[in-house]
């Protein structure tokens, strides 16, 4: 077998066992946000990052219409002078909670992206919002490290290889973008 079947075969398996019902509570809680005016955080580190950088052009662009309501996501890895700065003063354990203690507000959404689920940058995060009364969601892969048990929605892609955990991840993007396009079209705002 060519090592790209062996790729696509194992990526495949994983898909089988996709937790579907992690993933419509994801978006209910997303709808949530949007319903209610909440923003969404995502952060995540190396491919994680280009995740978390992806996901709110699909919602922001892909999900709000020209004179409609508008999804309110922030990607906490795309400034990178602020990520810069905090790392630099303080500590690169903090660079994603630093910001968020900036544009947090008590019921939003933080979503942290980490294949290993150990980042301690993206847990900082997280357990900033869980102190804080918001909703959290954790992507992540391998064991499921921290992240798994600290979030509200954990979404566990339940394999010790980094590229097929993150290409679950970005499936994700790509899904939740088409699926919240669905539910507006069929209730609109």
């Known amino acids: 077998m060519a090592f790209s079947q062996r790729y ?5 398996e994983m898909l089988g066992l996709f937790p579907h019902d992690k993933f419509e509570e994801m978006v209910e809680a997303m709808l949530e946000s949007y319903h209610n005016n909440r923003s969404i955080f995502v952060m995540g580190n190396g491919g ?3 995740t978390a950088s992806h996901w709110p052009c699909d919602l922001n662009k892909g999900c709000s219409p020209e004179d409609g309501k508008r999804f309110k996501m922030i ?5 990178i002078s602020t990520l810069m700065a905090y790392a630099n003063d303080l500590s690169y354990e903090k660079v994603f909670v630093e910001q968020l203690k900036n544009f ?3 019921g939003d959404l933080v979503i942290g992206i980490s294949g290993s689920g150990n980042s301690k940058n993206v847990l900082n995060a997280i357990e900033y919002a869980n102190n804080n009364n918001g909703k959290t969601v954790g992507l992540c892969g391998y064991s499921g490290g921290k992240l798994r048990d600290m979030v509200d929605i954990p979404l566990w892609i339940n394999i010790d290889d980094m590229q097929k955990v993150e290409d679950i991840h970005m499936i994700i993007v790509h899904m939740t973008m088409q699926r919240i396009n669905l539910e507006l079209k069929d209730s609109p705002v």
Do not use: G, H, M
Request: hydrophobic share 30%; proline share 6%; no cysteine.
């Open 8 to 12: 696509i075969k194992e990526l495949v």
């Open 104 to 106: 947090y507000t008590p």
């Open 75 to 79: 990607s906490l890895n795309d400034s």
């Open 48 to 50: 994680s990052a280009s």
